[in-house]
């Protein structure tokens, strides 16, 4: 079956000449590109499409048995799958009524269920991970602020009890001036009394001294 005979069997089935071959030139070219970049195309039921590189090595010549230097390189290579070898050593298996790719990638449905469960544990094991990190973020950020509360509202304690202790001292220097006022007033008075006794006995003196000599 060559190419031609190939998008006649697809039309078969797709009902359009142009949907077959668009369709059947799509699976192709994607298939050589993916190869073509090193990467693997796997086709459950059918086979595996990827890349074979095979190093630089000595060979020989089968007819002149002369050594012969081979370069390394790369080529493409397809492998079937279980289903397909199955089918091809036991053709009897074949099912008639349904696509044989279906009916042989059915079998991997409970494979790809287990997988879908396994997958979404561990996203729901990552959502638990992440909400935990979450409540640990906010507890301790809780905690930062009511630290930082407390360290505030000391500090606005200390400068209160600060604050209280120089309005003491303010008053009791206060109060100290107001006591030496009077003092220092008293000594005034009596410096002056002093002053007033001395000049009134100065003057008796001088009197006295004046009637003698009369």
Do not use: C, H, W
């Not at 010549?61 to 279980?82: D, E, M, T």
């Not at 044989?100 to 997958?119: D, F, I, L, M």
């Not at 301790?140 to 360290?151: L, N, Q, V």
Request: glycine share 4%.
């Amino acid at each position: 079956m060559n190419k031609a005979e190939l998008v006649r069997e697809l039309e078969k089935r797709l009902g359009s000449r142009k949907a077959a071959s668009d369709a059947l030139e799509a699976v192709l070219d994607t298939i050589v590109r993916e190869v073509t970049k090193g990467g693997k195309v796997g086709i459950t039921g059918f086979g595996t499409f990827d890349r074979v590189e095979r190093a630089a090595r000595t060979g020989r010549n089968p007819r002149s048995g002369a050594s012969v230097r081979i370069p390394k390189s790369k080529a493409p290579r397809f492998r079937a799958g279980a289903s397909f070898k199955s089918y091809v050593k036991k053709p009897s298996t074949l099912p008639k009524a349904a696509p044989a790719v279906q009916r042989a990638s059915a079998g991997t449905a409970t494979t790809a269920t287990t997988a879908a469960k396994k997958t979404a544990a561990k996203k729901a094991t990552a959502t638990k991970t992440a909400a935990k990190k979450a409540t640990t973020a906010k507890k301790a950020t809780t905690t930062k602020k009511a630290t930082t509360a407390k360290k505030a509202t000391a500090t606005k304690a200390a400068a209160k009890k600060t604050a209280t202790k120089a309005t003491a001292k303010k008053a009791t220097a206060t109060k100290a001036a107001a006591k030496k006022a009077p003092a220092k007033k008293t000594a005034t008075k009596a410096t002056a009394a002093k002053k007033s006794t001395a000049k009134k006995t100065t003057a008796k003196k001088a009197t006295a001294k004046k009637a003698t000599r009369r």
